[in-house]
């Protein structure tokens, strides 16, 4: 067995991290393709060990030898189903793997150094990060049995940790602000409301998507009105995550949350239903 077998797995899953990409944007010609993924799955290789590209190499082989022949199961169901899908996805980690392997010894660069238990690039296995994130949103609040909306926006930045590669923790500082029309006026009056917060991130990644769940305290100062309300925020998200662009792992998606203040600050209490665009963009140090 090798002995790196920590920097193998990384190899293997930032192969599949790239072919998903490639195919989502669709896969027609090797060629094409290989053009598009060997240089960042060449960073990787370059990083990792002779014995990790040796597991890798073997690894990706079996995968492909269970997943069948792509070819023969198309000949036998005579269209591109499922399986055929299926083995073509092994098949092509493993040729975009072997291509990129294959420049290695030339095309490495001299100042790039092997590491014993390379940790990938397509992701942030065991790697402290800083997050910044924005967001645009819709809001709709209810407060003394009143309803209003309106829109807003925050910026964030939030350390995290990723444990291994599929699974991060991140908390950290947000602030953001909002236009609410005034109930019971014209649509051109507002309040003006800010909105401090100290998100918690449990984020959740599979090869193209992520999946958040987070939860805040929060609270509520208004322009006119400086006195603080507190509450509490529960929320989830989806993003569709990109590939590795130097230093940044990019990603934009969705979320939704529901936020409730408690009576404070001379305020009844209030609950806010938000509808978001997010854009985030980690960054390993």
């Not at 073997?58 to 005579?78: N, S, W």
């Not at 072997?98 to 238990?117: I, K, M, N, T």
């Not at 969705?254 to 936020?259: F, G, K, Q, T």
Request: net charge negative; proline share 5%; with cysteine.
């Amino acid at each position: 067995m090798a002995a790196d077998t920590k920097g193998a797995a990384a190899l293997v899953d930032d192969a599949a991290r790239l072919v998903a990409s490639e195919e989502a944007d669709g896969w027609f010609s090797d060629a094409e393709a290989l053009r598009n993924v060997e240089g960042p799955m060449l960073e990787s290789i370059c990083r990792a060990t002779p014995d990790a590209r040796t597991e890798a190499s073997a690894e990706l082989g079996h995968e492909a030898a269970e997943a069948g022949d792509a070819r023969a199961l198309f000949r036998a169901a005579g269209k591109l189903d499922g399986k055929v899908k299926h083995a073509l996805t092994f098949e092509r980690r493993r040729l975009v793997f072997e291509h990129a392997l294959a420049r290695a010894a030339s095309d490495c660069p001299f100042w790039v150094q092997p590491e014993a238990g390379f940790r990938g690039l397509q992701s942030d296995r065991e790697r402290f990060t800083l997050s910044f994130e924005t967001e645009g949103n819709v809001q709709i609040r209810e407060t003394e049995g009143q309803w209003t909306y309106g829109g807003g926006g925050c910026g964030r930045i939030l350390p995290g940790f990723g444990f291994d590669g599929r699974h991060s923790l991140l908390a950290g500082v947000e602030f953001g602000g909002s236009a609410l029309i005034r109930p019971h006026s014209s649509a051109s009056e507002f309040v003006i409301t800010y909105l401090p917060a100290v998100p918690i991130v449990f984020r959740t990644r599979t090869l193209l998507w992520q999946y958040d769940l987070e939860t805040a305290p929060i609270a509520l100062f208004q322009a006119d009105d400086t006195r603080l309300s507190f509450g509490w925020r529960v929320g989830a998200g989806l993003g569709l995550v990109g590939l590795r662009k130097r230093n940044f792992l990019p990603w934009a998606g969705l979320a939704a949350s529901y936020e409730y203040y408690a009576r404070s600050g001379g305020r009844e209490p209030a609950h806010f239903i938000l509808g978001s665009v997010r854009v985030g963009l980690p960054w390993d140090p």
